[in-house]
């Protein structure tokens, strides 16, 4: 068994969630150290959450912080990492680029590439990390620049067809080989 510190087994828990091949990790605020030591570090105050004004951040599994985008984006405000004490938030430069690894992803659900206009993400992303090509027959292709992606989850929000995800870039290397 793959039990932690604090007695949450991962592994076990994704199977009765039947979710063995989903996200290794939960979705944790912005600013969250490795996962490791994010639940050695953690308390479970409860701080982060409170401190979250738009109500991004809940309880999950075991107790600890997650991000859940439903009907914002994050917007990077430094609020939790401010006022986690516990050290499970840490970020030399809070700078939103550096908040997390996780950027956007574009299934083949995505109401675009059916021939269906909407440009919900494109308008949504501050960035402009999501674009569009317009093809013949007046499709239009969304186009992602990963680099310009800092993850903020607007376009998870926003579209009417959850087809935009926030993968760790190694995991959407591995979906696209």
Known sequence: MQA???????TRRRLLQGN???????????????E??????????DDCIRACEDGLLVRGAGGYPEIRFTEYGCNFCGDCLQACRA???SAPHPAPSLAWRW???????CLSLRGI????????CDTEAIRFRLEVGGRATPLLDIDACNGCG?????????AVALVEPESAQEETA
């Open 4 to 10: 932690s510190r604090k007695g949450v087994d991962w």
């Open 20 to 34: 063995l091949g989903g996200p290794k990790r939960p979705p944790r605020p912005p600013w969250a150290v490795d």
């Open 36 to 45: 490791s030591r994010f639940i050695e570090l953690c308390t479970r105050c």
């Open 87 to 89: 050290g499970a938030l």
């Open 103 to 109: 950027r956007a992803q574009i299934s083949d659900r």
């Open 117 to 124: 206009v909407c440009r919900s993400c494109g308008d949504a």
């Open 154 to 162: 607007e376009c998870l929000v926003v579209c009417p067809e959850d």
